[in-house]
């Protein structure tokens, strides 16, 4: 796979939706709100080393009351 990202079917999409990528340091490397944008394997505009990355993920789907949080981790490999 050449993107990271969760897969929500249409035309089911989240009003709230944040997805964040973290290196084994804790440092923050991709942040998007747009559920149709996905991590790349990029650090910085750079290709990302290999290895293990955490990400978190939150979303909302209308008439929900609260969103939901998920977190768990990712290995890159090149």
Do not use: H, K, M
């Amino acid at each position: 796979n050449e993107t990271f990202a969760p897969i929500f079917s249409a035309p089911c999409q989240p009003d709230l939706f944040e997805l964040t990528i973290f290196n084994r340091w804790g440092e923050l490397i991709f942040q998007t709100n747009n559920p149709t944008v996905g991590w790349e394997g990029l650090q910085n505009t750079e290709i990302a080393q290999s290895g293990f990355y955490l990400w978190d993920l939150r979303y909302q789907f209308p008439g929900e009351n609260a969103p939901v949080e998920r977190s768990g981790g990712v290995t890159l490999l090149r």
